[in-house]
């Protein structure tokens, strides 16, 4: 049986016809609510799915918060370990063997130890770059060298060391890169 489409004369009719048998009507009224009921069925659906989707957003970014929270300030911390590790590399070899030297060397690269070890407690490690190809999302190129002895685009100076916070860049490596020589 098809239904036809409904017109003000149809409906009319079936007005009339309600009136004169109610089991019409009775139909009518389960026919509207049974459609109210589903419509309440869906929207509650579509609430519960949003209120999960908030959630999981709401638990992401906590989650985020907590693992980058530290990106600041280590991105600021990372100048003084730059600094302690030129300050030990400029310490001539004459004076590592002065005992005069020797308890303010082995405190300064006690210092570097201790940071190196806060650096790896709060997931921050150091980006290998020499001998690496370039990677532009974790090296940063600032000159080319010409090299016979690497393959173009490999990298042959670390000028600063980068760095990686968890599965983040935190700073990029300043790194030189190889070319074919002139």
């Given at each position: 049986m098809t239904e036809e489409p409904k017109t003000e004369a149809t409906e009319d009719l079936r007005q009339e016809t309600a009136e004169a048998a109610p089991e019409v009507a009775e139909q009518d009224r389960v026919a509207a609510l049974?459609?109210?009921?589903?419509?309440?069925?869906?929207?509650?659906?579509?609430?519960?799915?949003?209120?999960?989707?908030?959630?999981?957003?709401?638990?992401?970014?906590?989650?985020?918060?907590?693992?980058?929270?530290?990106?600041?300030?280590?991105?600021?911390?990372?100048?003084?370990a730059d600094n302690l590790g030129r300050a030990l590399?400029?310490?001539?070899?004459?004076?590592?063997?002065?005992?005069?030297?020797?308890?303010?060397?082995?405190?300064?690269?006690?210092?570097?130890?201790?940071?190196?070890?806060?650096?790896?407690?709060?997931?921050?490690?150091?980006?290998?770059?020499?001998?690496?190809?370039?990677?532009?999302?974790?090296?940063?190129?600032m000159m080319e060298m010409p090299s016979a002895d690497a393959e173009p685009g490999t990298i042959v100076q670390e000028i600063q060391s980068g760095y990686m916070i968890r599965d983040r860049l935190l700073r990029p490596a300043l790194v030189g890169v190889a070319k074919k020589p002139d």
């Open positions: 049974e459609a109210e009921l589903a419509e309440a069925k869906s929207a509650t659906l579509y609430a519960r799915a949003e209120a999960q989707n908030l959630l999981r957003r709401a638990q992401k970014e906590a989650e985020d918060a907590r693992n980058y929270a530290a990106t600041g300030f280590a991105r600021d911390i990372l100048s003084v590399a400029a310490i001539p070899e004459e004076l590592r063997e002065d005992d005069k030297m020797k308890g303010l060397i082995i405190g300064l690269e006690a210092t570097g130890r201790e940071l190196d070890s806060v650096f790896a407690r709060h997931g921050i490690s150091k980006i290998s770059a020499l001998g690496e190809a370039l990677d532009p999302n974790r090296h940063q190129a």
